[in-house]
Nanobody
Framework: QVQLAESGGGLVQAGVSLRLSCAVY????????MGWFRRTPGKEREFVAA????????YYADNVKDRFIISRDNAKNSLSLQMDGLKPEDTAVYYC????????????????WGQGTQVTVSS
């Protein structure tokens, strides 16, 4: 089993930066890909970014790829999402997720999920 715990959300103004963190516990050797997703009220959960847990490519959704950076620290068993130039449309609950599949980007490919952290961007 793998447990995930997000932190770092909050209320910020448009244009500023915010950094989300995800602590990873348990059987991390089962993990191939770590990702961030988000959900806005009334919408489906959507992919934000993903990275191989032990290296490899990173992937981004088109609407964040020039503003967000996903990174991992295997020594600390943590995942981060640096979010710059935040916009009101980035307002969502952000979820950290772990997959046993490589290069996973679809929700159905992820096995473990955190509880989420709220990010609210005011205009």
């Amino acid at each position: 089993q793998v447990q995930l715990a997000e932190s770092g959300g909050g209320l910020v103004q448009a244009g500023v930066s915010l950094r989300l963190s995800c602590a990873v516990y348990g059987r991390t050797y089962n993990i191939a890909t770590m990702g961030w997703f988000r959900r806005t009220p009334g919408k489906e959960r959507e992919f934000v970014a993903a990275t191989g847990w032990t290296g490899g490519r990173t992937y981004y959704a088109d609407n964040v790829k020039d503003r967000f950076i996903i990174s991992r620290d295997n020594a600390k068993n943590s995942l981060s999402l640096q979010m710059d130039g935040l916009k009101p449309e980035d307002t969502a609950v952000y979820y950290c997720a772990a997959a046993r599949y490589r290069e996973a980007r679809m929700i159905s490919e992820y096995d473990y999920w955190g509880q989420g952290t709220q990010v609210t961007v005011s205009s």
